[in-house]
């Protein structure tokens, strides 16, 4: 018999009179980890000499729990602030010769593609966006992008596309990549806690959020190098580990950086485990398929047809006659007269829902939004 687990919103601080359908753009900690970022706090400024000389020892013991959460070896992991951050770095490390070229999906998260034109820029190079269909196999996926590699340097690729919740296939991305000389950058911003050992796949750099779906603090992520890429990869800020031989090491002290976050971190995971996570996260894909089903018959539309969807994100697609260059004002007015928080994406001229389930939703929230929403079409 199969258990089902119940919604527990009481393990979160989020307001009950709104409807929280968007976890996977910031989050929510849960109330026991904002108590020890309290308590954290409150010992940094009691003594600010003793807790910076704590600091060290505390993210050694953070950054081995992280990376045994993520089953990588612990050597070549890093605390970065984000996802954004964690490519960048890569970037900054990887040879990118004039007239080569960085090669993304239309899937790709705006501010890596910001990233990647910036540094195509300082290095000569060029920026080659492969058009990968919503409706995409794993096959078609590595067909269309294996030949758009001919004379790149660099893939950089999601892992779990924030724009389209579609997973990607890593593996054997990473095996045409190898096979061509490219490195691969794995942008793995919504895989914690939603993909088994994500970085496992071989990637030259692979780096994902903690604050999504492992619900831990704000600007904590980790960066996973490969051993080839570990001497030469620097954190993005220049401070006192600038020496460090060690790539973990190297990348922890940022001077006065608010450590708390990346302190407290590890007791999300444990809140986690204590949720029974494996289990919850497939009772979680099977409330959000029934909530998208529920909201996408309000609005008289339907749900992406993503071949490999994420476990906890579903695409309800928007009636065409939502005007398309207002989409802002439209997540704005659902938030303030409907009491909701949703976002919206946009794919080949496309406006769909991008809905969400942790453990603090039910059915009844997405009920509620099939609700409110048709007011506002």
């Not at 929510?28 to 010992?43: G, K, N």
Request: proline share 6%.
């Amino acid at each position: 018999m199969v258990t089902v687990l119940s919604p527990r919103p009481d393990l979160w601080t989020l307001d009950p009179d709104v409807l929280h359908l968007n976890h996977g753009s910031y989050g929510a900690v849960p109330r026991r980890t904002q108590d020890l970022m309290a308590a954290l706090r409150a010992e940094t400024d009691a003594n600010p000499m003793l807790w910076f000389r704590s600091v060290a020892a505390r993210l050694a013991a953070s950054r081995l729990d992280l990376a045994s959460y993520l089953q990588t070896d612990p050597e070549g992991f890093a605390l970065v602030p984000n996802a954004s951050a964690g490519v960048t770095a890569a970037l900054a490390t990887l040879p990118i010769p004039a007239g080569s070229r960085i090669v993304l999906t239309n899937h790709a998260y705006g501010a890596v593609r910001y990233a990647a034109e910036r540094f195509a820029r300082a290095t000569q190079a060029e920026v080659v966006v492969v058009d990968v269909p919503l409706e995409a196999d794993d096959e078609t996926v590595v067909s269309l992008i294996a030949a758009a590699l001919d004379e790149a340097s660099i893939l950089i690729v999601d892992q779990i596309s924030s724009a389209t919740a579609m997973v990607f296939p890593i593996a054997a991305l990473v095996d045409a990549c190898r096979d061509r000389g490219v490195a691969i950058v794995v942008d793995g911003a919504h895989a914690p806690g939603l993909i088994d050992a994500p970085a496992a796949d071989g990637a030259d750099f692979w780096t994902g959020n903690f604050h999504k779906w492992p619900a831990s603090p704000r600007a904590t992520a980790g960066l996973v190098v490969a051993e080839k890429w570990r001497t030469a990869t620097l954190p993005l800020i220049v401070s006192w580990s600038e020496y460090d031989e060690r790539l973990p090491e190297r990348f922890d002290m940022q001077g006065t950086f608010d450590y708390v976050p990346w302190i407290a971190a590890p007791e999300s995971l444990r809140v986690l485990e204590e949720l029974d996570w494996p289990v919850r996260r497939s009772q979680l894909s099977d409330l959000v398929d029934e909530g998208a089903r529920v909201v996408a018959k309000a609005l008289g539309t339907g749900i992406a047809e993503v071949v490999r969807p994420a476990a906890t994100m579903r695409l309800v697609e928007l009636p065409r006659s939502v005007d398309l260059t207002h989409v802002e004002a439209f997540k704005m007015r659902v938030s303030r007269e409907q009491k909701a928080e949703i976002t919206l994406t946009g794919f080949d001229e496309r406006i769909f829902i991008r809905l969400s389930a942790h453990a603090y939703n039910s059915l009844a929230d997405y009920e509620s939004l099939a609700e409110r929403l048709p007011a506002l079409l």
